[in-house]
């Protein structure tokens, strides 16, 4: 934005009063319900309230003078990390007696019956509208309104794996010499996008979002069903026929399993709660699949038993 003071038409040591009465001139002049054949008039009007939010104030305005911050009330040579610089305009500043812009907007277009949302928004006037929502100070922030935009969002390819999922978390890189943790919801898709809000680029009206793409990685042990986890577990023909306990792998370490006798490969048994986190509330479950095994070492009287037995005719 330009000097603010150039923006309003008035010089650098005009009083309170003759800056005030500048803003309400070229508020008036310049509000859009006013000049709904001039595009440009929103642009120009949003300009006008952001360097009365400036100089305005009383703060503001000797933290301008001295240099210490810029004509968007963004700190000099110290940056904004991680908050928007537009925050302590909507909260009014520290000056107690300062008139905020919407306040004297509400003054001179609250009673204009059924006048709208000076930036053509549907929903009514300024009562009621804080800067930073729906009225002055939000409509600044976005692009297209008129007004400064945000800084663009990052976009981020994250690849997670089991152990990320059951953790609900992963770190992810910001930049070239950040870190976060993006919290992982329940039963993700491949593709799907995690919102960070602002940690994206920084901008005029503030920083972007961080948008993270979450790639499943595949694993050597696991196939992931929802919250479910399935796996398949070797089982030796003896206690598949007379049953017995089997090692089950989780992600947690392997865990002890009693299958009843004459339990057949491919058959499945639940270990639960050993899974991942679930939409529903607490976790899935393990699949254990078994797969028959015979002995790495050929067992004689095993095959002895079985050549007695004639083959059925088809």
């Known amino acids: 934005m330009h000097d603010p003071y150039a923006v309003l038409g008035v010089s650098k040591d005009a009083d309170e009063k003759q800056i005030k009465s500048a803003f309400r001139k070229l508020a008036k002049r310049f509000h859009p319900d006013q000049n709904k054949d001039n595009p440009k008039a929103k642009e120009r009007f949003a300009e006008v309230n952001a360097a009365y939010e400036i100089v305005g104030d009383k703060t503001k305005r000797r933290q301008f003078d001295n240099g210490e911050i810029d004509a968007e009330g963004k700190e000099r040579f110290q940056g904004f990390a991680g908050g928007n610089p537009f925050e302590g305009m909507r909260r009014g500043g520290g000056g107690g007696q300062f008139t905020g812009a ?37 409509g600044r922030a976005r692009a297209g309104q008129g007004g400064p935009p945000k800084g663009e969002d990052r976009k981020i390819a994250l690849t997670v794996h089991l152990k990320d999922l059951a953790l609900g978390k992963a770190p992810v890189r910001l930049g070239t010499d950040r870190t976060v943790n993006v919290t992982i919801p329940p039963e993700p898709d491949d593709g799907q996008v995690v919102r960070l809000k602002g940690q994206g680029k920084e901008g005029p009206a503030g920083p972007g979002d961080a948008l993270i793409a979450l790639s499943i990685a595949p694993h050597s042990q696991f196939q992931r069903e929802g919250a479910n986890l ?24 392997a865990v002890a399993l009693t299958i009843p006798e004459w339990s057949s490969s ?13 939409r529903s509330g607490g976790h899935g479950d393990i699949l254990a699949v078994l797969s028959l095994r015979l002995p790495d070492e050929k067992d004689q009287a095993l095959i002895d038993l079985f050549a007695q037995e004639e083959p059925t005719a088809a």
């Open 102 to 138: 919407e306040d004297i907007l509400s003054q001179m277009f609250g009673q204009m019956g059924g006048g709208g949302d000076p930036f053509g928004r549907a929903g009514g006037g300024f009562a009621g509208a804080g800067m930073g929502g729906s009225g002055m100070g939000g």
């Open 230 to 253: 399935r796996t398949h577990v070797p089982v030796d023909l003896r206690t598949a026929v007379l049953g017995g306990k089997i090692r089950v792998p989780t992600l947690t370490g």
């Open 266 to 278: 491919g058959d499945v048994f639940r270990v639960r709660g050993k899974g991942l986190p679930a």
